[in-house]
């Protein structure tokens, strides 16, 4: 059963990515894949801090951020992930050795569609490196987003693990 603080940053991203969503549709803003996690982490995430929100500092919050690769046939110790959620303020992977191994509350890997045929569909490959990631790490909570903002569609739909 996962814990209440699990359930409470569960609940904070998913709201943000709900907001995020309602926002997408009703408006013209136009970005590419780090633009779209750039403004998620700075209009709806930052919009949920609070002293006693599982977000209480914006320092938690990293974009393009290392992470040790889960256990499989990766070429890099670690590898960047587009936004991670820590547990407190400015923690981040490294241990005093520079190796990574600590693990973040989330790691969220995004992919936006702006004129490609493939749609609003997450990546094959991200499914597979957060839900490996999660499984090595049951203390994270892992989030593949995709968003598709070509003309008339704009979709955000998010797997969570």
Known sequence: MPSRRSRKIDRLVE??????SLWLKDSSWQGKERD???LF???F???KIAPNAPIHCPTQVCIECALKQ???SYTTLSAPKDLVIWGEPMQNTWSSAWVAVYAPLVVMEWKVCVREK???????????WVAAYVE???KTTGYVVAVDIRPGIRDVRWKRY
């Not at 709201?15 to 995020?20: H, M, N, T, Y």
């Open 136 to 138: 090595e790490n049951p």
């Open 41 to 43: 982490a700075h209009k």
């Open 70 to 72: 889960p256990t499989g």
């Open 15 to 20: 709201d943000a990515l709900q907001d995020f």
């Open 118 to 128: 493939r749609g609003s569909k997450c990546s094959k490959h991200d499914e597979e």
């Open 36 to 38: 779209c996690v750039n």
């Open 45 to 47: 995430l930052f919009a």
